[in-house]
Each structure stands twice: as C-alpha cells, then as structure tokens.
C-alpha cells in the first residue's frame, strides 16, 4: 500500500473490517450446556432438616440420606438442589460437580440460587443411595467482625429433587421429604472464618429421621453465575523452621484456596494447619492481621496407613501454613496447595518490556482470582470477606479485562437491587449482614457504574433493563439528601486509604467527603441519562440530564475558586472532577494542571485513595500528561503501585503500605495482603500501555490507540471481547514502530498510530485479517 503522512491523533485512513476465531463462551456449569437456565420440572421437594437435637455448640455438619431404586436403564438423570448452608452431594459414593462452597452467596433471606447437575452417570441400575452434607457457610457461619453468626438463620436445610428419564420414556422424581434419613460424620466442625476439624475416627451414621420445614419465604432461582471450582495447585517452595521454631511451608503464591494433605500417623493423631499471608521481618509466621480468623484446619488421623485431608466448607487466604501435629518433618510432597474461585474464563493477556509491570499484572489477576468466589470480596482471609460494594465498582472495568465476568457481576447485581433500602440508599455490602448500613458516596455507586461498565464491556442490554430502576432510586436517594443540589448529607467513607504522612508534616491528602460524594452523584446520574438513551426513555433522559446541570452547577458555587483551583486542593479532587466533567471546559486543562503540580509535590508520587486512584492515569492521559502517568506507575517506593512488589506482593495489598520500609506492619486492625481494589490501574494498562479500548458497546468498534512512555520498547496483549479474539502487540526497535494487530470478525478497527507526524507509514496486508503497520 502507498504511504503516507499522518498527523497526531489522526486515524489512518481506512476503517479495517478484520477476520479473527469466532467466540464460544463456556458454559458456566463446568458440566453441560443445559446447567445456565435448565429449571426443574416441577418443585415436588419440601425443605427439610435434621429431625435429632442439634449439637449446637460444635455445630458438626448435617448428613442426609436417600436409597433409591432405579427401576430400569436411565437415560438422563438431573439432579436440582441447593441448602440453607453449603452443601455437597454424592450419589453411589461419587462427588456431585465440579463445584465448591454451593450454592454459593446471594441475599439468602430473599433468594437462594439452585444448581441443576446432570448426574446420569453416577445412576445406576437397581439400589442407589444420595447423599447430601451441608455445613454452615455464610448462612449461619462465623461473618465478618468478631465472629458474627446466625445472620441469615440458625438451622440448616436441604431441599433437591432427582429427575429421572428412562430409555423406555418413563419419568421419576426422588425429591427431599420425610423419608431421609440424617445424621452426624467426621466433619465435626466448619467455619467459613474459622476452618474446619474432620475427624476420621466418627463413621458415617445417618439413620435418624428428618423433618419437613416448608419455612422459606425467599425464591428459588437457577443458578446464573459461575460455581467456585478448583484450578492452579501449587507445592511448596520452602519448607522452613522460623526463628521461633515453628514447622511453615511456603507456597510462594499468595492464593485463596485450601490445603490437601496426605499423612501417615497413629489413631488420634491431630494435624492442624493455620494459614497466614506473611511472614514478620525476622521470618516468624504471622497471622495478627487475620484479626478473630482462626484460619485453621484440624485433622485427627484414624491411623490405618496413608490418610487424604482437605476441608470441605471453608477457604483460607495463605501463601504460609503452619503445620503442628507431624511425628516427624513436613515432606513437601505430601502438601498440595489448590486455588479455589469462580470458573471464569480468562478474557485478557497482558505483558510488556517492563518485568515489573508483569509482575503487577500478576499480582492484579491473583487479587481477582482470590476474592471472585461468588461475590467480589474485598478480601479473603480474616475475620471480613463481604462483597464491599465500593471496591467492587472501581474494579468492575479491570476486572473484566482480565476475565469473563459478565454473568459474575449480573447476578451479584440482582443483590445489589434486593438489598437496597426502601428509600434508595444502596448498602455498604452485599450480600447485606450490616444490618442496613448504607449511603456512602463511592459505594452507593456501584448500582450505576458496574450496570453500565458491563453493558459497555458485553453490549448486553439486558443488565440495564435488569437495575435500571436501581440505578434511579440510588440517584433519587442523593436528590432526596441534598439541599440546594448539594449532597451534603450522610455519612461517607471518602477517598478511602488516601495518603496519609508518616511524619505527621502536614502533608496528608485529604479530600472533603461532601466534595467527593457531588462528583458521584453527577457520575451516577450521568450513568443513568446514558442508560435511559439506550433503553429508549426520552422522559428521564430529559428530567436527569436537566438535574445533571443543576449537580454540576452546584459543585463550582460551593467547591471551586475563581482562580480554577478545587477546595481540597488534593490530587483525587482534580481527579474526580476532570473524570466526571464538574468544570467547564475552558477550566478543565488548569485544573490538569493543578493536578500534576500536585503530584510533583509528591516527588512524582501518588496519594489517591480508593476513589481517586482508579481515575488518575486515565486523567492524565486525557489531558496530555501520559509522560505523568508513566511516571506514577513506575515509582517502586512508598507510595505506589510497585512499591510492594519490592517488597515481595504477590497480591495487590489493601495499603500502600501494607509492610513498611522498615519491615513492620501498618496496623493489625486492617491490613489485608490480598485487596484488588488498587489493582484498577489494570484497565489503564490495557487501555493505555496495549492500546486495546471499546469504541462502541461490545467492541462491534475496536480502538487500537498505544500511548508510548516510561521506556518500554514492546508489549503483547490480548483480550476476548464478545465478537472474539482482539490481538496487539507493539515494539519500538532502530528507531521504528511496529504495530500488529488482529481484530475479530463482526468488529470495525480504528487505528491510531503514536507521534506520527512527519512520519512515513506503511500499510502491509498479511493474512487472517492480521494488519501490519510501520513507521
């Protein structure tokens, strides 16, 4: 093709219409592509429950039973099931699924998901037994701060029915009712929080009745999200005795998982095992941020040859376990570590020149993979692990390049909604075991923000359709709190974990709350005008967009000077501002500048906290100021992104300084080592660094735009959009730019080209509708 010259910030002249692979999606189940929507035929099964007194001081967990005869040869078998607690089921003495911790978490007091399971193959011919063990899980288990049990309930339950299609045409249901069978086993005791005790000298005895409790109020819906299921196993790296002496073993990945162990011993041997993220800086094992977390697995050996160990109805957060109990050393081949979350499939690739911004991606996707079990926890080891409604929507648009998590979030998202108080206010957590507390600017806005990120991100309307009456009430709860249009009511967490000065100098970057919490209530209600547009509602986009105004005005009488500077004079109050669009646009590139004046202060650090950090480098890149925001991402000391990867993160952490220079810890009260929340500079590396970005919903337009900066001289990336599979790599050598790139079919291309002005471009087709460029 003819060369040509192209000026900054002109697309080449072509509109490319590319071929790529077609995109399958894997079925959610993990077991057939009937699992997603299949709904049972008809609910015949009644709830039922242990029909003895319960040990309710131990709560050991519940077992159920049902023999069964198959009359003839099965030609489909569909198991329907889901509890009150977690569950696993077994028939003829094999598991049930691929699954873990079932039926997962919703609101369980207004719905609780069932999974279908096609079980065709473990039926056979003649007798057969089902088996069903629930343990107490986030219904009734040990939550969040000091403990808290009983939230959802105090009794467990167990409700399935089995569909049975012979080949002669004829149906059978066995379903859940008064003649099972219940009863106590070796899992004496588990705790989502705490762990779990299995005892292998107690054999199985389920012979005493049960009881029918048609109680629930709630419904019961099919399961629409993904299960937990097992992937990466890792062994240890290090077995190593500590200075006080403890037996630790080192698996070198902070994971959120469990343990399997084999072992050897003599009958009442018990083994346990306690999990923690670090080690202190004398190399003692060190579990004081875990908090109430007992964290531990105990283990009493029958004492008959080699014994196999791993918890059923709990998860750990550990890169380290403690092992006490061993007649001898810990054999490293007798630990397996294996992680546990959601069987999303992986969406996005990333790497480039830098070794260190590899390893944040890493640590980015291992934050994801630990706190997406079945909600987005804000993390996974002590005494907490709630869906923080405030982390999971900066995170949303990362996390969605690094893994499919279109139906992750739409069925969270149904929570969101039900949990909602009546006057709009959306609650701190979801599920909801906070007893209503809700309203906190940043948080609320989940409702708005992950709705309309996953419709950009999947071009799917049906999420909007699905919350956009939540979306308004949460606007209509800001309007309701404001005087004037200012939001200047309520209780806010602010622009969490921002900046604060070791040396109490005065140089502390605090944003005013109410100050934050206008620019989300424009953010959210700009979200919702754009979500009205798509849904074809001409009235609200009037009445919103006509408030918008009003917001926006508000926010410059109260908070701006005539000079263009912002009151808190920090930099997430440029940020947020210039994010949301709150300043004219003749004001907006001095307040950029104020900004990076205010990071220059910093010595070319950052001092956002949870609301202004996502927002930072996409600002500055907006604004001109990408040789900035490189900057930023490559500082490797306090604070910033890198800074903890020096000091051996395997995870994003929850503080900028998690482990201070000096080797102490910030404070035991919260200090999580696994936290994704300031993991969302992932979107900015894929948009900015790999140039990847949506030009419309769903990617049917893909823009290639590579900023080029902090001295890299290549990067490959790659994400699968719902068109398919969207390729680019980039590399700068002998003074040339070389871009590949690869587009999906069903995709257009817009390409931009870094600093090409003056520059002689070539155009090279190459097969597969691969697109070579050069300059």
């Known amino acids: 093709m003819r060369s040509s010259l192209i000026k900054p910030g002109v697309l080449l002249a072509a509109i490319f219409m590319l071929v790529s692979n077609a995109f399958a999606q894997k079925d959610q189940s993990g077991a057939d592509p009937a699992f997603l929507h299949n709904l049972a035929t008809e609910w015949q099964a009644h709830w039922i429950q242990i029909g003895y007194p319960e040990d309710s001081l131990n709560h050991p967990s519940q077992y159920f039973s049902k023999q069964f005869n198959s009359l003839g040869k099965v030609k489909q078998a569909r198991l329907f099931i889901t509890s009150r607690g977690l569950y696993e089921a077994q ?113 199985l005895q389920v012979d005493k009745p049960v009881k029918i409790v048609d109680d629930y109020a709630g419904k019961l819906v099919p399961t629409e999200s993904y299960p937990a299921t097992k992937h990466e196993v890792f062994k240890p790296i290090n077995v190593m005795t500590t200075p006080k002496g403890e037996k630790v073993l080192d698996f070198g990945q902070n994971l959120v998982g469990w343990v399997m162990l084999k072992v050897k011993g003599k009958q009442g041997d018990t083994i346990t095992i306690q999990h923690a993220e670090v080690l202190d800086k004398a190399g003692n094992f060190y579990i004081a941020n875990l908090r109430g977390a007992q964290a531990t697995s105990t283990y009493i050996l029958k004492g008959q040859g080699e014994e196999f160990f791993e918890p059923h109805f709990t998860y750990f957060g550990f890169r380290y376990i403690q092992i006490k109990g061993l007649r001898a050393d810990p054999d490293p081949e007798d630990f397996t570590a294996v992680a546990v979350y959601a069987d999303m499939q992986p969406s996005g690739t990333f790497e480039c020149s830098n070794p260190m911004l590899n390893k944040l991606q890493h640590n980015i996707q291992w934050g994801q993979k630990g706190n997406f079990l079945y909600v987005p926890t804000d993390c996974p080891q002590r005494d907490e692990r709630l869906g923080w409604t405030g982390d999971a929507q900066v995170f949303a648009r990362t996390a969605a390049y690094n893994f499919d998590v279109q139906y992750f979030f739409k069925q969270w998202m149904v929570d969101v909604a039900l949990d909602q108080r009546k006057d709009g206010a959306v609650t701190f957590v979801v599920p909801d075991i906070l007893d209503g507390a809700a309203g906190s600017a940043g948080w609320g806005d989940v409702s708005t923000v992950v709705p309309w990120t996953m419709y950009q991100v999947y071009g799917d309307k049906e999420i909007l359709q699905q919350q956009y009456e939540s979306m308004k009430k949460w606007v209509g709860f800001m309007t309701q709190n404001s005087t004037n249009d200012l939001w200047n009511k309520g209780d806010h967490f602010g622009d969490w974990l921002s900046y604060h000065s070791p040396t109490d100098d005065g140089s502390d970057a605090i944003t005013d709350k109410y100050e934050i919490a206008q620019c989300f209530y424009a953010y959210s209600t700009q979200l919702v005008i754009n ?168 990617y049917q337009q893909v823009i290639i735009r590579p900023d080029l900066g902090g001295g890299l001289t290549w990067c490959k990336a790659s994400y699968i959009c719902p068109q398919g599979k969207i390729i680019v790599s980039w590399k700068i050598a002998d003074g040339k730019f070389t871009l590949d790139a690869t587009i999906p079919k069903g995709s257009t291309a817009v390409v931009y080209l870094p600093n090409a002005e003056g520059k002689n471009i070539q155009q090279k087709n190459i097969p597969a509708g691969n697109y070579h460029f050069s300059n």
């Open 531 to 698: 979500a009205a547009r798509v849904l074809g509602k001409t009235e609200d986009v009037n009445y919103y967009s006509a408030l918008l105004n009003r917001i926006k005005d508000a926010y410059r009488k109260e908070y701006t000077t005539y000079s263009g500077r912002i009151l808190s004079n920090t930099q997430s109050s440029y940020v947020l501002a210039l994010q949301f669009d709150m300043l004219l646009e003749k004001d907006r590139p001095t307040a950029a500048s104020y900004l990076v004046s205010k990071i220059r202060a910093y010595d070319h650090h950052l001092t956002t906290g949870f609301l202004g950090t996502p927002y930072l480098c996409h600002v500055l890149s907006r604004f001109g100021h990408t040789k900035e925001a490189y900057r930023l991402l490559l500082q490797d000391t306090y604070p910033s992104w890198l800074y903890p990867i020096k000091m051996g993160a395997t995870t994003i952490w929850e503080r900028w300084d998690g482990i201070k220079p000096d080797g102490s810890f910030q404070t035991t009260a919260m200090n999580s080592f696994n936290h994704y929340a300031y993991g969302a500079i992932g979107d900015w590396m894929y948009q900015h660094i790999a140039g990847i970005q949506a030009g419309s919903p769903g």
């Open 91 to 203: 028939i003829n003495g094999k598991r049930v699924g691929n699954a873990y911790l079932t039926p997962g978490w919703t609101s369980y007091n207004k719905r609780i998901a069932y999974q279908a399971w096609d079980v065709t193959d473990l039926v056979k011919k003649g007798d057969n037994i089902l088996q069903v063990t629930l343990g107490d899980g986030w219904y009734r288990g040990a939550l969040a701060f000091e403990n808290r049990r009983n939230y959802f309930g105090t009794k467990l339950s167990l409700i399935c029915q089995l569909e049975l299609t012979y080949t002669n045409g004829h149906k059978e249901i066995i379903s859940s009712d008064d003649s099972w069978k219940s009863g106590e086993g070796p899992i004496r005791q588990s705790s989502i929080n705490n762990g779990e005790t299995i005892d292998h000298n107690r054999l």
